[in-house]
């Protein structure tokens, strides 16, 4: 079945201690991305990889670290997290860079940091 | 500032009634359009995009949406809304200026009998 998926879906953690939120494809898309979304503010683009190797800031890069080693696989790190990251959080991916293609949306993560 | 607006924030209708949701953009020229709906607990689906071409757009579960240039929007409309199309229902924005996404704050419709 051709789908995103991230882990984990659920996560609680504290302040400082860093984490990894795993973002997979199996769709052979060039091009991912991540989102957060917060209540009142809707979706806000993080990071966005056009292919293997690039990567570019979003909206909200601030306190957020992404790599894009394989083309499948787009983990979003989190070095030292802090309150104001707690967030619903998705991983999306296209076909290409191009955009009009439809992006493609994970389940979702939800993180909390107290 | 560059912005994607959607002025309402929850709608409520009747099943079987019409439904109009609105979008407003900020940015120049054409952007590429869409449409996105999030059903609770779920990741978000297209339900439809505009790139160039005729305005009016039809998309999944019979909805569609029509781009006015002169009014930067791009509202949705459905002419009999399904009990099952109650979600959230997001407007995005790409400007055309590198693949960045940018989402309005939603819209949450409830559908009542």
């Known amino acids: 079945e051709a789908q995103v998926t991230q882990n984990p879906r659920y996560l609680i953690t504290v302040t400082g201690k860093k984490l990894t939120v795993t973002c997979s494809q199996n769709?052979?898309?060039?091009?991912m991305s991540w989102y957060r979304q917060d209540p009142g503010l809707g979706l806000r683009q993080i990071y966005y990889s056009m292919n293997v190797e690039v990567t570019d800031k979003g909206d909200v890069p601030e306190g957020y670290k992404v790599s894009r080693k394989e083309k499948r696989n787009f983990p979003l790190i989190l070095e030292s997290p802090s309150p104001n990251q707690t967030s619903l959080y998705f991983c999306?991916?296209?076909?290409?860079?191009?955009?009009?293609?439809?992006?493609?949306f994970g389940p979702g993560t939800r993180l909390t940091v107290l | 500032a560059q912005s994607v607006t959607q002025p309402d924030i929850h709608i409520t209708v009747s099943e079987g009634a019409s439904l109009e949701l609105r979008c407003n953009y900020s940015?120049?020229?054409?952007?590429?359009l869409f449409w996105y709906v999030q059903s609770p607990g779920q990741g978000l689906q297209l339900l439809l995009k505009?790139?160039?071409?005729?305005?009016l757009v039809q998309g999944i579960k019979g909805f569609e949406a029509e781009f006015k240039r002169s009014q930067s929007s791009f509202n949705l409309r459905k002419p009999s809304v399904h009990w099952s199309d109650a979600a959230e229902y997001f407007c995005a924005v790409e400007p055309d200026t590198g693949n960045q996404f940018y989402f309005g704050t939603g819209t949450s419709l409830t559908v009542i009998p």
């Open positions: 769709m052979n898309h060039e091009y």
């Open positions: 505009y790139f160039s071409g005729d305005t």
């Open positions: 940015y120049g020229a054409t952007p590429y």
């Open positions: 999306a991916s296209s076909p290409s860079g191009a955009s009009y293609n439809e992006q493609f």
